[in-house]
């Protein structure tokens, strides 16, 4: 498949395991972050996002918190699987359609 | 419902050459971005079309282009193409933009020799 990265830092975990990804962010305006997982040879698949006026959002097995005063992002995955090794990019929003993306982190499950 | 819809999945063109590629975002989604991923740079924002209209544009060169057509289609046209644009090029659409949910295709992966 195609390297989406690399260089990436990169996170192994356990199979069942919760994971934290973690995101800095470089625009302390933006409104709007994303989080993103791309497996090699697709394109980024939404997973979850939050506005900046919330500080924890949670999905089906992930939690994004969001923290404003040090412009950190992060993405919790609970009981991780085999599934979710992929790359994870966080994004982040000054109003409009316009996406900054972080560099990315790979996440390695182990079995 | 059909996800967005990238043509070609990928293309090999020489330096100096032009090409096109193809974005059809999801049904009813009117804003359409496209995206340069590369393993040095990351995934970088090209622009983005809403309403046939070019409403943010990121930092590339003047031979990176783009138009959008009433049906919300987009295609993206690079001339002059260099070795360093070698990259997947991604499309999002959204329903309007402005900090909803960005849906991606499958990206186009362009490699110039």
């Known amino acids: 498949g195609e390297s989406v990265g690399l260089h990436l830092p990169t996170l192994s975990v356990q199979e069942g395991d919760n994971s934290i990804i973690n995101c800095a962010y470089s625009?302390?305006?933006?409104?709007?972050f994303i989080w993103y997982k791309q497996e090699s040879g697709k394109g980024p698949q939404f997973i979850i996002d939050?506005?900046?006026?919330?500080d924890k959002r949670q999905g089906q097995r992930v939690t994004v918190l969001l923290n404003k005063t040090v412009k950190h992002l992060s993405l919790q995955i609970a009981a991780t699987q085999p599934g979710d090794s992929a790359v994870y990019f966080c994004?982040?929003?000054?109003?409009?359609?316009?996406?900054?993306f972080g560099g990315g982190t790979r996440v390695l499950v182990k079995p | 419902k059909a996800g967005v819809t990238q043509t070609p999945r990928y293309l090999i063109k020489t330096r100096g050459q032009q090409v096109t590629l193809s974005c059809s975002p999801i049904?009813?989604?009117?804003?359409v971005s496209w995206y340069q991923q590369t393993p040095g740079q990351g995934l970088q924002f090209l622009f983005e079309?809403?309403?046939?209209?070019?409403?943010n544009k990121g930092n590339f060169p003047g031979r990176f282009s783009g138009r959008q057509f009433s049906n919300s289609r987009s295609e993206m046209n690079v001339s002059t193409l260099e070795l360093g644009d070698s990259a997947l090029y991604l499309c999002?659409?959204?329903?309007?933009?402005?900090?909803?949910?960005?849906?991606f295709g499958q990206g186009t992966r362009l490699t110039v020799v």
């Open positions: 999002a659409s959204s329903i309007q933009g402005g900090g909803t949910e960005a849906f």
């Open positions: 625009n302390s305006a933006s409104d709007y």
């Open positions: 939050i506005r900046s006026n919330m």
């Open positions: 994004a982040e929003s000054l109003g409009g359609n316009k996406l900054t």
């Open positions: 049904s009813g989604h009117r804003s």
């Open positions: 079309y809403f309403s046939e209209t070019q409403r």
